[in-house]
């Protein structure tokens, strides 16, 4: 299984650009969610759904966008990259449940510039 | 928000036990107690987690206290690998913008460093 699978892995935009943060999973998670970690510190929830055409905020939504049109897939979109953006994201997913594990990927590293 | 506190930072020798503390004053009856741990540059993994009861698995020990205000992560011999930023985090409903949804709200963690 490949579990959840980011991509890219890096990436470097400028000021203004706009880009995807592509996520997929293959475990037939119905809950997916969009992380953002800074420098030492925690991650911060950006949005997540709850299945394929539901989606809700976050604690950091503002300038993102997400759409979930499949059970697999949960892109991020940047529209108007700032460097406040700049951040390494994680995507995860989990099946419904607080007692579920959620599985994360790897990561995509961007710096904005 | 259901919220948990932990050391910064603890510091621990090869091949010894690691007791790894959490407080929750606040957990509700619902809430379940995960454990993720985040190696550098990776994402997070899971670790353990529990309701009421004390949990273990290969990775890890959970102690839950009677009360549930605290619980402990127990390594029982920690190993350089285990070198990481260990989140206790507790599994509750999300209600940033009403929807609700099963939800890991993460702090900043348990920096782990293990001495050979």
């Known amino acids: 299984n490949a579990g959840v699978t980011q991509t890219p892995k890096f990436r470097i935009l400028k000021i203004g650009q706009s880009m995807t943060l592509q996520c997929t999973q293959d475990m037939n998670h119905n809950y997916m969610y969009w992380y953002r970690q800074d420098p030492g510190m925690g991650l911060k929830l950006i949005y997540y759904?709850?299945?394929?055409?539901?989606?809700d905020k976050g604690e950091v939504p503002n300038g993102y966008n997400v759409s979930r049109s499949t059970t697999e897939d949960f892109p991020l979109r940047l529209e108007l990259a700032a460097p406040s953006q700049t951040s390494v994201y994680f995507c995860?997913?989990?099946?419904?449940?607080?007692?579920?594990?959620?599985?994360f990927g790897q990561g995509t590293r961007l710096t904005v510039v | 928000d259901a919220k948990t506190t932990q050391p910064n930072s603890m510091e621990s020798n090869e091949e010894e036990p690691v007791h790894l503390p959490c407080n929750h004053s606040t957990i509700s009856g619902t809430d379940y107690i995960h454990w993720y741990r985040q190696l550098p540059s990776q994402g997070p993994e899971y670790v353990i987690h529990?309701?009421?009861s004390n949990v273990n698995n290969r990775m890890a020990s959970l102690a839950i206290a009677e009360d549930r205000k605290s619980s402990t992560l127990i390594l029982h011999r920690a190993t350089l690998r285990d070198a990481a930023v260990y989140y206790c985090?507790?599994?509750?409903?999300?209600?940033?913008?009403?929807?609700?949804?099963?939800?890991?709200?993460f702090g900043k963690g348990t920096h782990l460093i293990i001495q050979p």
């Open positions: 759904s709850v299945g394929a055409g539901i989606t």
């Open positions: 985090i507790l599994s509750t409903n999300l209600m940033y913008s009403g929807g609700g949804a099963d939800g890991l709200t």
């Open positions: 529990g309701l009421t």
């Open positions: 995860a997913s989990r099946l419904q449940g607080v007692n579920t594990e959620a599985f």
